[in-house]
């Protein structure tokens, strides 16, 4: 094993560094482009309350659980495990968070690159004069060419590996702290004129008013893995980004307060879609397509439209930026820290290694369209296999790791930074990680994949 002397590794400047960091890491493409269409195909207001109870009763305590298993351990994802149960097999955890970072970065990075080619398209005026048949045609040849969407998907990744190769303190934390702030203005402003649309109520109503008609096992299991995947917990990215926390920081707090912006950004992105679509009478079941054809439809028609849409694109793809950025530092702090390599070294051979991967996934969509199991995409599976199979699964283990291995006694010591913090809710919490989210997680899946 490395061991790498006390000082010598990169962290996080402030707390505002690592919240802009961390909310950089859960705020993105899964809250403004998957939570509004898969809230769309599940029904609503109904998906969004279990949505809601899985963040709190889940969500938030595996956060806490990886920041202090990071933070303890002063490692990588898989790293952290060697270094806190050595000779033990709890080590594959942080193996499965490695599989998943690469085949979430792989189709993350598809939609990521469309972003851009949507924000080229607005910036030089391309929807103008585009009828939504029209609209919804050239979304769909684009995604299907052979060329662009990989074209763009590899500018994302060079952005992506461009931030990660500058380290943590001077790359992630630099970045995010800019783009954070201008994120969060983007999103109200935009909502806000959405809410100003004629016809906005229905939507309103669409995303807030629970059907209990709607409500499957297979919807639960959505709004698990939406939770797990909005959150980015399950797979490592917070436990390596725990490992660059200062240790007097308030682990929880911020945990609670990274959930609360991601909550929120969720919701602002369900009120700034739905009364759109509904105002322009569009399927909210669309699909992964919602926001790449609602919103251009919307933009040519509204005043403003031009700017709007510059604006909402921006969003997107800054949204998405300090997502990637998260995902690709699981890998490069697994191969610097346990493979030996310097971090630049480590962000050039992540980065290319994903994109080649992220070929497939984005191929998916035109020349590899017609290569489907049971009814998936190459894409389909790896979006299903990450969100709504791995990440729940890294995060029963996760939990158990922390509540049954480290025990009361070690979470409580690095949770209250070695008792410096009154820490009311350790009970809950213990009980929580140790009984009610595997057993609730486990119960999930067995029914959500229809094994009884
Ligand atoms: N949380 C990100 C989003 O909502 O877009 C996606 C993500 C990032 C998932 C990092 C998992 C992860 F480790």
Do not use: C, H
Request: hydrophobic share 55%; glycine share 10%; aromatic share 14%.
């Amino acid at each position: 094993m490395v061991t790498i002397p006390a000082g010598e590794r990169d962290s996080f400047g402030s707390t505002i560094g690592v919240i802009a960091a961390a909310a950089g890491s859960a705020v993105g493409l899964g809250n403004i482009w998957r939570f509004p269409y898969v809230l769309g195909e599940n029904g609503g207001g109904a998906f969004l309350l279990i949505y809601l109870g899985f963040i709190l009763a889940i969500g938030f305590p595996v956060m806490l659980t990886e920041f202090t298993i990071g933070r303890r351990a002063q490692r990588n994802a898989l790293g952290s495990f060697k270094k806190l149960a050595p000779g033990k097999p709890w080590y594959l955890i942080g193996l499965m968070g490695i599989v998943a970072a690469f085949l979430i970065l792989a189709f993350y990075s598809t939609i990521a690159g469309w972003t851009l080619e949507y924000l080229y398209e607005s910036i030089t005026n391309g929807f103008s004069g585009k009828s939504s048949v029209e609209l919804k045609n050239s979304f769909e040849s684009f995604q299907a060419a052979p060329f662009r969407p990989v074209f763009w998907q590899f500018i994302f990744m060079f952005l992506t590996g461009y931030i990660v190769f500058s380290g943590v303190k001077n790359g992630i934390e630099k970045y995010t702290k800019v783009l954070m702030p201008i994120l969060l203005l983007i999103i109200i402003i935009i909502s806000v004129r959405s809410l100003t649309l004629e016809g906005s109520r229905e939507g309103l109503i669409f995303l807030f008013k629970p059907d209990f008609s709607k409500i499957s096992w297979s919807v639960v299991l959505d709004a698990l893995g939406q939770a797990a995947f909005s959150l980015s917990i399950g797979m490592g990215t917070l436990i390596t980004y725990g490992s660059y926390i200062n240790k007097s920081n308030n682990l929880p707090r911020t945990a609670f307060q990274v959930s609360a912006i991601d909550t929120f950004i969720a919701i602002l992105a369900g009120i700034m879609i739905f009364p759109a679509v509904f105002a322009f009478n569009i399927d909210p079941a669309e699909g992964s397509g919602l926001v790449f054809i609602v919103l251009p439809n919307i933009f040519q028609q509204m005043p403003g439209g031009y700017f709007f849409a510059i604006l909402f694109f921006t969003l997107l793809a800054i949204a998405a930026l300090t997502s990637t950025v998260s995902v690709l530092e699981v890998v490069v702090a697994y191969f610097s820290e346990e493979l030996n390599l310097s971090r630049k070294k480590a962000t050039i051979i992540g980065s290319v290694a994903i994109s080649v991967v992220g070929i497939f996934a984005t191929l998916s969509f035109g020349p590899l369209a017609k290569y489907k199991l049971l009814d998936k995409t190459i894409f389909g599976w790896f979006d299903y296999l990450s969100a709504n199979i791995l990440l729940p699964l890294g995060a029963i283990f996760i939990v158990l790791f922390a509540g049954w291995y480290l025990g009361r006694k070690n979470v409580l010591d690095e949770i209250s930074n070695g008792g410096l913090l009154k820490i009311r809710i350790i009970s809950v919490f213990m009980f929580i990680i140790k009984f009610l989210a595997p057993i609730a997680i486990t119960a999930v899946f067995i029914y959500g994949l229809g094994l009884m």
